[in-house]
């Protein structure tokens, strides 16, 4: 065969045929199922008709995927796609001509020789799959060096590329990028999670070769790369596990395992270090298996085996040793700068002497940002959560050696006051907090948007299928439209806050059927869900908002609870930003809304006032007995995917955030059927007899019987009352009324009499004579 061959048969059949036709490939979740797996783990691409085997780092193009499923060779790949899609006018030649062609683009540009490659997986901060990331390939290319005689010779060495995979090209210079990225080699995510479920040893190593060892040997294996490349956000994906470092027998090597069990203590369930070959220089995991030894050799080693205590002792030594050489190395010029660290130093505002030797630092709020900002034990890990509006500690600090991804603390605060002060001679703590201010605001973070962004969409209905099949309600255009315009305000509010979104979705039906369960995994992460609003007309229920973006008005309480009555609570759940001064700032600040709400009942008479109503809509739940657990793994997959949905909707179609028409019939017949009557219209209209006009103040003492004088929204519903009364009209000015004094309030309307008639001879009406002899005349 040559390239021609191999072009038209892959113009003739997608990746996509050759996965599900040819190969029958389960789908789950977007992605397909390797033979025999739970998981899901190979991705198509259909825009470069290429895969990619997450769980065994493997990829290619459809002749690749062929072999990789069943375990034969280009050869027989090529000869099974042609017999089965019927292709002719080609011939099986050469294997040789199927080598990418990026791989060829690659050697003439960059004029080296390829040796190998590995694909690595881009991670979120939350250990989430995000898709590729990047491609690390090895290759040989030619360096000058001097020879035993001093001349110049070109000689070949090993080198490193970083780039990523477009088609038939790789797009290179990625080196600083790729080492900055949370990435990993090895297992996919969703294998790591099965190990851990299994209650399976993970295995970390330094390098992909060792990581490919263990992986053809069955075990679950992953790496960062090198001994340099370890990440601590790494430790998100190891939670609760077993894991094992498999160290190389030197001291990068042992520094990288120290790292790593300093890094994942408290984290996992079991950690500890194995140097497989301690006798052998440099030897590591895939040494060990080519000098001859056996999985069951390996499985008793692993099973005895701990060096755990020996090299983080040795780690520790080196480090003190590191340290002393390092103080008497910058003891000097640490004199020079007052006893700041130097690096940081260079870039701080200073006042200087005579000889232009350093005096004293300078009490500005510039040189707080700086410190915080280049110090590298908190530089980069002061960040603001734009989600919940504070700062946030990101990694790990002097102060706690925890992988951290929490709220600042005044702990924080008085750590790192302490240390600036101590090392720099900054002492002022009204600059530290504005400083701290400035840096947080360049390092800004959403979390929600984030994790929006991450997933991806299947494809499938999501939106449509969530309430039917989890909450059992009806299966209609209209629950659909409710729950997509309520997702899609939930979205729009964390793309765009503040966004215009006036409607609560309320869930109505019996208790224990999963209302609030539904609604907190829908929030995707529990602190991002609220559920404590007792009322909504005090400064904490404003305040609650922020960093949250589900809100649940649980059995509707705090409607009712709020004060300012009907009104109150229009212009609460319709507000699109709040303003209030955080405790201890100088100002007040605005906040855009970023939530949504859902109430939650089993009342059927919930609404207070029929002009509001449009706002709730309602769902009926439990109409039909929900076949799918809200209490397995599988519901958070079907709600990402439907959140997913959500997103590409927003991203693409440009909905507006309004009901449709043809469902609010539906709408409206909903909220009718849950008004709620406290007998208040039936005692006003009882007291209307017979009057001409009235006042609220009256109607609330003298009908309603009330002693105390009523309040601001009180006195509104009274009058929302009566506007609704046939033949009653507001006065246009205020009235004196008896006991009550000037008040604006309603007039019977006069009946209109009509206009007198001139006589005209079709007004008589013919009598007949039996009827004019009744007639009484005088």
């Not at 700062?391 to 600042?408: D, I, K, M, Q, T």
């Not at 973006?549 to 709040?578: C, H, M, N, P, Y």
């Not at 019939?665 to 209307?688: F, H, P, T």
Request: negative net charge.
């Amino acid at each position: 065969m040559n390239l021609s061959d191999l072009q038209k048969i892959k113009e003739q059949v997608s990746i996509r045929d050759v996965a599900e036709s040819l190969l029958q490939l389960e789908k789950q979740d977007g992605k397909y199922k390797y033979p025999g797996e739970r998981t899901a783990s190979i991705q198509l691409y259909t825009d470069t008709q290429s895969f990619n085997d997450f769980g065994r780092n493997v990829g290619g193009d459809i002749f690749k995927l062929v072999s990789h499923i069943e375990g034969i060779d280009f050869k027989e790949s090529f000869d099974e796609i042609v017999n089965f899609f019927q292709i002719r006018d080609v011939e099986n030649k050469d294997e040789e001509s199927s080598h990418p062609r990026w791989i060829n683009y690659l050697e003439e540009k960059k004029k080296c020789r390829y040796i190998e490659h590995y694909n690595y997986s881009l991670i979120s901060l939350k250990g989430e799959y995000l898709g590729y990331a990047f491609t690390k390939v090895r290759v040989m290319h030619q360096i000058k060096k001097k020879d035993d005689n001093g001349d110049e010779v070109l000689i070949w060495d090993k080198t490193l590329i970083y780039g990523t995979l477009n088609g038939d090209y790789i797009k290179c210079k990625l080196e600083k990028k790729a080492k900055d990225t949370f990435a990993i080699y090895g297992s996919s995510v969703f294998a790591i999670q099965e190990a851990i479920d299994r209650q399976e040893t993970i295995f970390y190593t330094e390098g992909e070769k060792d990581v490919n060892t263990l992986m053809e040997k069955g075990y679950t294996a992953v790496t960062c790369g090198g001994s340099g490349d370890w990440k601590s956000d790494a430790s998100i994906l190891f939670q609760n596990a077993n894991v094992i470092v498999l160290a190389d027998n030197d001291k990068p090597g042992g520094k990288l395992a120290s790292t790593v069990v300093k890094d994942l203590k408290g984290v996992v369930k079991s950690i500890k270090i194995i140097v497989p070959m301690p006798n052998t220089p440099k030897a590591d995991i895939t040494d060990y298996f080519e000098a001859g030894h056996t999985v069951e050799e390996f499985k008793n080693l692993i099973k005895t085996g701990d060096d755990t205590e020996s090299i983080c002792a040795e780690v520790q030594q080196d480090q003190k040793q590191d340290v002393g050489k390092k103080r008497a190395v910058t003891q000097k010029s640490k004199d020079e700068v007052a006893g700041g660290p130097a690096l940081v130093f260079k870039f701080l505002d200073c006042n200087y002497d005579e000889d232009g030797n350093v005096k004293s630092v300078k009490q500005l709020v510039h040189n707080f940002e700086v410190v915080m900002d280049k110090d590298s034990r908190f530089g980069g890990k002061i960040r603001l959560n734009e989600f919940a509006q504070q700062p946030y500690l990101y990694g790990s600090v002097p102060w706690e050696n925890e992988n951290n991804c929490r709220a600042w603390s005044s702990h924080d605060d008085s750590a790192l006051f302490s240390l600036i002060q101590a090392d720099y001679g900054l002492k002022s703590r009204q600059d530290f907090a504005d400083a701290l201010k400035n840096v947080s605001m360049r390092n800004k973070f959403h979390p929600v948007r984030e994790l929006l962004d991450s997933l991806t969409w299947d494809g499938e209905v999501h939106i449509r299928k969530l309430l039917p099949e989890y909450l059992g309600a009806e299966d209609s255009d209209y629950t659909y439209q409710v729950m997509r315009l309520w997702m899609l305000g939930a979205v729009s509010r964390v793309y765009k806050p503040g966004n215009k979104f006036d409607y609560t979705i309320i869930l109505q039906g019996s208790q224990g059927i999963g209302k609030s369960t539904f609604l907190k995994l829908m929030a995707l992460d529990d602190s991002w869900f609220n559920d404590s609003l007792d009322s909504l007309d005090s400064d904490k229920a404003v305040q609650s908002l922020t960093g949250s973006w589900i809100i649940e008005l649980a059995e509707l309480k705090s409607l009712a609870r709020t004060a300012g009555g009907v009104e109150s609570v229009k212009r609460f759940l319709t507000a699109t930003q709040d303003k209030y001064r955080i405790p201890y700032e100088r100002r007040a600040d605005t906040f855009y809304r970023q939530c949504v709400f859902a109430g939650t009942t089993n009342k059927d008479d919930f609404l207070q006032d029929e002009t509001g109503n449009r706002r709730f809509l309602i769902i009926h739940t439990g109409v039909t007995k929900p076949f799918k657990s809200l209490f397995i793994p599988e519901a958070m997959d079907d709600i990402k995917q439907a959140w997913a949905e959500a997103v590409h909707i927003w991203k693409n179609e440009d909905p507006q955030l309004i009901f449709p028409e043809n469902c609010m019939q539906q709408a409206k017949e909903l909220q009718e059927a849950n008004m709620a009557d406290d007998g208040k219209r039936g005692i006003i209209l009882d007291y209307l007899e017979g009057k001409t006009q009235v006042c609220a103040r009256e109607i609330w003492f003298e009908a309603l019987e009330e002693s105390i004088s009523p309040k601001s929204y009180q006195t509104s519903e009274i009058n929302s009352i009566i506007a609704k009364v046939p033949g009653w009209q507001r006065m246009k000015t205020p009235r004196k009324f008896p006991k009550y004094g000037s008040q604006r309030g309603f007039q019977k309307m006069l009946l209109q009499t009509e206009p007198e008639k001139t006589t005209n001879y079709s007004d008589f009406v013919p009598v007949p004579k039996q009827e004019q002899m009744e007639i009484p005349f005088e």
